[in-house]
């Protein structure tokens, strides 16, 4: 029923649609023109109001043959950089850039794929359970598209996302993470004057992050802190300095516990240093997302295994280091998982995706569609 030419024509046709994040909206008019030429009833959210993308989400309603509950699929429509006039080769089966762009697999390889499910259901006599097609806006830049997404206009409880590599490894839980901004206000003096009379925030936010663990902390948990600023001066004591870090886990508990350990590491330093007010020592926490986890036992995942089996494919189950729209999904109540659509080296100029794999993931697609009609 797939028909791995168009599949492939339409994917390339999208590759060649610019979609950085916040600038959907050349893609999104695409799709919302050929979903409602299929006769399916396209929806823009308004969440562009706090995305400030071109366009909100676009939701796209399947209606089922059968009375069943509705599943989802989910693909977003920004990519990363650099994206400005790619070159697309398609060699040997694979589907590249000439390397001086990303190639957009992700996440055009899932949007390639729903829009020929779309055109399946149209064309064939099938048993389905009503669909809905969230396409969502920036996912790169922090899943603002999900955050914001209006829920009320979804009715399934639950779904797939289709952003991830292999298609044989199916995605069942992700970790949570935080973003910490450590901010330390000390005193300026001259350097070589009066230092007695300063208070060097630099030194002190090194000390505590000097005792911090960063790196692999244990095998669900990472931290890492990535930006360091402070000081205008050589010869000035330094008044102020931040540190900017984050930290992933798979258990929240874990990332409440290195929370309250930063700010007892901010407050053992600071207050050897106490005189009068200064210096000040805070830090701010931003969860970015919140972990999931889909046990192998669900039906959900026995679904992609059994849909799985039917084109014998061996579904395993992995965890992810990363976050996506899936996070966001799971923490509002839509169980999902995410789905491998055969692209590689993401984000990376490198970028590529073998058009077997696409295909085989386009059929693993359907195939769980057709399953969810036959079962009770
Ligand atoms: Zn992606």
């Known amino acids: 029923m797939i028909d791995p030419d168009r599949l492939a024509l339409e994917f390339q046709t999208l590759l ?16 919302a023109d050929i979903f409602e030429a299929l006769n399916y009833k396209c929806f823009f ?38 994206y400005e006039n790619p070159k697309i080769i398609f060699e040997e089966g694979i589907f590249k850039t000439d390397g001086k762009t990303i190639l957009g697999a992700d996440d055009k390889s899932g949007i390639a794929i729903l829009i020929e ?27 603002l598209g999900s955050k914001y997404l209006n829920y009320n206009l979804i009715d399934a409880k639950e779904g797939f996302v289709l952003d991830s590599e292999n298609v044989e490894e199916v995605i069942n839980s992700a970790p949570s993470s935080y973003q910490f901004i450590i901010e330390i206000k000390g005193k300026s003096a001259h350097a070589g004057l009066n230092p ?12 505590i992050l000097a005792d911090l663990p960063f790196g692999r902390i244990d095998k ?29 886990s798979h258990e929240e508990k874990k990332l409440l516990e290195l ?34 986890k889909i046990v192998e036992e669900d039906p959900l995942c026995q679904l992609v295994k059994k849909a799985g089996k039917k084109l014998n494919l061996n579904i395993v189950f992995k965890k992810k280091e990363g976050g996506s729209d899936a996070n966001v999904f799971n923490e509002r109540g839509l169980k999902c998982l995410i789905l491998g659509t055969g692209m590689q080296k993401v984000h990376t100029t490198e970028e590529y995706i073998n058009l077997n794999n696409l295909i085989l993931s386009a059929h693993l697609v359907l195939e769980i569609i057709k399953l969810k009609g036959e079962m009770e």
């Open 16 to 31: 060649n649609i610019e979609s950085p994040s916040k600038k959907e909206g050349k893609l999104a008019y695409y799709l």
């Open 45 to 82: 959210d308004k969440s562009s109001e706090n995305t400030y993308s071109e366009v909100g989400n676009l939701i796209v309603k399947i209606p089922g043959t059968l009375p069943k509950q509705p599943i989802f699929f989910c693909a977003h429509l920004d990519t990363v950089g650099p």
């Open 117 to 143: 499910i779309a055109k399946i259901l149209k064309e064939n006599p099938l048993s389905y359970p009503p669909i809905e097609f969230i396409f969502t806006t920036c996912e790169e830049i922090g899943l």
């Open 196 to 207: 007695e009379e300063g208070i060097n925030a630099i030194y002190i936010l090194s000390q």
């Open 220 to 248: 669900e948990t990472t931290m890492n802190v990535g930006i360091i600023n402070g000081g205008n001066y050589i010869n000035i004591v330094p008044d102020y300095a931040v540190a900017k870090g984050e930290m992933r």
């Open 259 to 292: 929370q309250n350990l930063i700010q007892n590491q901010i407050d053992k330093v600071v207050n050897s240093y106490k005189k009068g007010d200064l210096p000040i020592g805070s830090a701010k926490f931003e969860k970015v997302f919140k972990a999931f």
